[in-house]
DNA sequence: TCTGGGGTCCTAGGACCC
DNA sequence: TCTGGGGTCCTAGGACCC
């Protein structure tokens, strides 16, 4: 029996979930969100009315401001998303019991070996998903059905938006034939430019090719560019793996200078990700550093720790260590500081403590999680590093 | 035109070990 | 005077996705 995938995909979904939280946007057609108009960032998701002047997500604000000069420019809030993308997940779970979210606004489903109870089509179960989605969330979505991944995913994008569209077994090749190799996942801008110099710009060229003349173009590439070409994809929907990293990162509305203001956002993001690690059960072995200078040279740091950690103290030490070096040579550079970030990586499950521990190091974690019960009662900056307070306000904000 | 923030996976070289 | 080979860990950067 072939797999039968369900890929949903909910429309222009940050968009949608702002206006539910803001009553103000409802009516604003020409809406985009991402950021506020004079913002150094990109377009996350914009109104299919703002896409008719041209405005794509990750496009730059200002570019987009310049498209669409009458748009209303709204920042949006990850706690809203992250709600409606769960509601949405328990619509999911109710109709099959294998649900992958693959980000927050899409998901596949395994309907495979369904046969006996949905014979020949999906789409019943397609239009019933959606009405449900609709009815009990407000949100539209687009559903793709395919016998793996890619396929599903493109046949939504296909479906794109308030659509259905199926693809049967057998018709995979057919279907991406039409399509540019950009459209196909994995190929990004960087390898779309690379094929486009080579001459491959369409799905059917890549079909078209032996793979050994296309290993003459792309060397070991050609065998998964040709195996994504024919419509093939994988099947299996893993269950939620160990998360592999952690981060806290931003952009500063100015390049910054001075150390002081950057290390004051570095024991914040220290103490933001230590808090996220505890509240998820996890420690970290390595501490990246992340900088990027004004002219975009983006450089990380790591160092990786001789016993894995989730206390603020024991990652704060490597990352300020990484970051002295680092900010010196921006300086070297000439160079303004544009982002700063700091991830844990290395993750693994938190261990019950060590019988042997020095007794500071369990002093360290009785504070912290009396720390982590006050936060959960009051809010994380109702605990905050002195650090935090030569922080202006709007850069203390969560 | 001036480029987010949260992630994932891959590659490649050097150190170290046996 | 000529210096193995394989495995694993670590670091840095790149590409991609939404």
Avoid at 232 to 258: I, M, W, Y
């Amino acid at each position: 029996m072939p797999p039968r995938l369900l890929h949903v995909d909910l429309d222009a979904f940050f968009v949608e979930v702002c206006r539910q939280r803001h009553p103000e946007l409802r009516d604003v057609e020409l809406l985009v969100v991402g950021g506020r108009r004079e913002s150094r960032g990109v377009v996350q998701s914009a109104s299919y009315a703002a896409r008719k002047f041209g405005v794509r997500a990750g496009m730059p604000i200002a570019q987009a401001a310049r498209l669409c000069p009458d748009a209303t420019f709204f920042k949006g809030s990850f706690p809203h998303y992250r709600d409606a993308s769960r509601a949405v997940r328990a619509v999911l779970a109710r109709h099959s019991p294998v649900v992958a979210m693959a980000s927050l606004d899409e998901g596949y489903l395994d309907f495979t070996g369904t046969e006996a109870l949905h014979p020949v089509s999906l789409l019943p179960v397609a239009a019933a998903l959606r009405g449900e989605i609709k009815r009990e969330t407000g949100l539209d979505s687009s559903v793709g059905i395919g016998p793996n991944r890619m396929i599903a995913k493109l046949a939504s994008d296909y479906a794109k938006p308030r659509g259905i569209c199926e693809v049967r077994a057998g018709w995979e090749r057919g279907f991406v034939a039409g399509l540019e190799l950009r459209a196909l996942p994995g190929i990004g801008p960087r390898t779309a430019e690379k094929l486009r110099t080579l001459g491959l710009t369409e799905v059917a060229q890549v079909q078209a090719m032996a793979e050994a003349d296309l290993a003459r173009l792309v060397g070991d590439y050609a065998r998964e560019l040709k195996w994504r070409a024919e419509g093939n994809g994988t099947t299996a929907l893993h269950a939620e793996r160990l998360q592999r990293s952690v981060s806290r990162e931003t952009t500063l509305g100015t390049d910054a200078t001075d150390p002081a203001y950057l290390d004051a956002l570095l024991v914040r993001f220290v103490s933001l990700v230590a808090a996220d690690l505890r509240e998820h059960g996890l420690v970290a072995r390595t501490v990246v550093l992340k900088l990027r200078h004004a002219d975009f040279t983006t450089v990380t740091r790591r160092r990786t720790l001789p016993a894995a950690t989730d206390l603020d103290q024991e990652l704060l030490a490597p990352a300020r260590a990484l970051f002295g070096p680092a900010f010196e040579e921006a300086r070297r550079r000439r160079q303004g500081v544009r982002l700063i970030g700091v991830a844990a990586t290395g993750l693994g499950e938190a261990a019950p403590a060590d019988l042997f521990e020095p007794p500071a190091r369990t002093r360290l974690r009785e504070l912290t999680s009396a720390v982590d019960k006050v936060r959960e009662r009051f809010g994380f900056d109702a605990v905050q590093p002195a650090r935090h307070l030569t922080l202006p306000q709007r850069d203390r904000r969560e």
